[in-house]
């Protein structure tokens, strides 16, 4: 579903991603994990074709970067720590702009199962301004998913949210993952990382340092092994 | 799903339209500031009719000029400020969609405010020869020349820091071409001048308008990533 290989991305003078090789296989949940400044969400940008790669391979459910971007980004939803919401619009108005953005035909109906799903259904009339920080959130989740991409990025979806809301989102994630979609997150929360992934992926200085399958970790957890990643 | 053109140019228009007439901080704060231009301009330039007359559509092209800087920075801070140009640029949209939304909601907001300050102006400066549909049609040109290049530029200066400062230093020179343009066309209407005092400036303001959009609408996809 993504296969990236010798991805570089330089800003200037300074190369951020350096060569590096990433594969994710259809249903798979891969938690992305990395110290500050890993070029996490670098990578993640270029994957949802908001940034160019300066030399490398990319490509996302078939389509390559950023040569056939308008097809990748059909098939993609991506949520930031940033919701991409209007804070002018109510939380249903917001979606409806999206379901157009995305031609989704009867998007009524979409719109009412994203709801559902995210648990805003009571607040759809509700300036999205007038919403907590995990509010917004879950609802920019539902942004992402409206048009059923068949790959989602998440990109530290857990910063600001406190307890509640943290675990409200790790609901909603939880019943994205049970739907097949292939799933990226970046997340520096390795214990809720652990429990949503299939697999851990560790970027460091630009490239991926270490791969495991939740399967595979037997007795050691996700901390061990993100010690060990880092280490090495 | 790809949506045609016009559904995400209209998408764009009809999603800046609702959300301003539910906040209307921009709309408020382009109307504010013209109304005060043109009350510090009446009681400053308090000098005879003939004077008057020369200076008045220079007095008003600058007010639209400096109330537009404001509502072209606005504009695109919304969509800065929360990740909503992200959103925007993750649609798949053709990405000159989303320029010519932008560009239509802005100019929707400038005609708006035209169309509120000319009845001030023509009771402040008592000129009423404003309301001829030429006068109009300059208008409209101008507008439509300075929105469609202040889109682009200020897609351009929301990225920075110093966006309220570089917007300005940006557009007024690439404009000035617009500005003189429709200055010379609204003073000659205003003084009488007669049509082929008015038809020079007109067409200039066309090419110029033509030129600005074909740039704009090549630019802004390059502007807009990273």
């Not at chain 1, 074709?49 to 990319?58: A, E, H, T």
């Not at chain 1, 995210?118 to 509010?135: A, C, I, N, Q």
Request: charged content about 20%; overall charge neutral.
């Amino acid at each position: 579903m993504i296969e990236v290989t010798k991805l570089i991305k330089r800003f200037g003078l300074k190369t951020i991603l350096c060569g590096l090789d990433f594969q994710v296989q259809p249903g798979e949940f891969v938690a992305l994990l990395g110290p500050n400044g890993a070029g996490k969400t670098t990578f993640l940008r270029i994957l949802a074709s908001l940034s160019k790669p300066s030399f490398g391979n990319v490509k996302v459910a078939g389509y390559s970067l950023p040569n056939e971007s308008a097809q990748v980004r059909a098939k993609l939803g991506v949520v930031s720590h940033l919701p991409l919401l209007y804070p002018d619009l109510t939380a249903e108005e917001n979606l409806q702009f999206y379901a157009r953005m995305y031609g989704i035909t009867n998007y009524q109906l979409q719109i009412n199962k994203v709801l559902n799903l995210v648990g805003l259904e009571h607040r759809r009339k509700d300036l999205v301004r007038t919403f907590s920080r995990g509010m917004s959130q879950r609802l920019a989740i539902g942004r992402a998913i409206l048009h059923e991409p068949q790959v989602i990025l998440f990109d530290e979806p857990y910063t600001g949210l406190d307890q509640d809301a943290s675990e409200m989102l790790d609901k909603v994630l939880k019943e994205i993952a049970s739907h097949g979609q292939t799933v990226v997150m970046t997340s520096h929360d390795l214990i809720r990382a652990e429990a949503l992934a299939t697999r851990f992926d560790v970027l460091s200085r630009g490239v991926i340092t270490a791969s495991i399958n939740k399967n595979d970790l037997k007795n050691q957890n996700v901390l061990d092994f993100y010690k060990q990643a880092l280490e090495n | 799903m790809k949506p045609s053109f016009l559904k995400a140019t209209f998408a764009i228009i009809h999603k800046d339209l609702a959300a301003e007439f539910r906040s209307r901080e921009l709309l408020t704060a382009m109307l504010t500031f013209s109304v005060l231009v043109i009350l510090i301009f009446n009681f400053a330039l308090d000098l005879n009719i003939d004077v008057r007359q020369k200076v008045t559509a220079g007095v008003l092209w600058t007010t639209f000029a400096f109330a537009g800087t404001l509502g072209l920075n606005r504009s695109m801070a919304v969509e800065k400020d929360r990740g909503c140009m992200d959103g925007l640029l993750l649609a798949p949209v053709d990405r000159s969609a989303i320029f010519f939304g932008k560009a239509i909601s802005n100019l929707a907001f400038m005609l708006i405010v035209e169309a509120i300050v000319l009845p001030l102006y023509a009771f402040f400066y008592n000129e009423t020869r404003i309301f001829q549909w030429e006068f109009i049609a300059v208008l409209l040109l101008g507008s439509i020349g300075y929105i469609s290049v202040g889109t682009l530029l200020s897609a351009m200066s929301v990225q920075t820091r110093t966006r309220e400062i570089l917007l300005p230093i940006l557009l007024f020179p690439i404009t000035i071409p617009v500005l003189i343009a429709s200055v010379l066309a609204s003073g000659a209407i205003i003084n009488d001048a007669g049509l082929p005092q008015i038809i020079t400036p007109l067409n200039l303001l066309i090419v110029y308008d033509v030129i600005f959009i074909a740039v704009s609408f090549m630019f802004f996809d390059a502007i807009v990533e990273e």
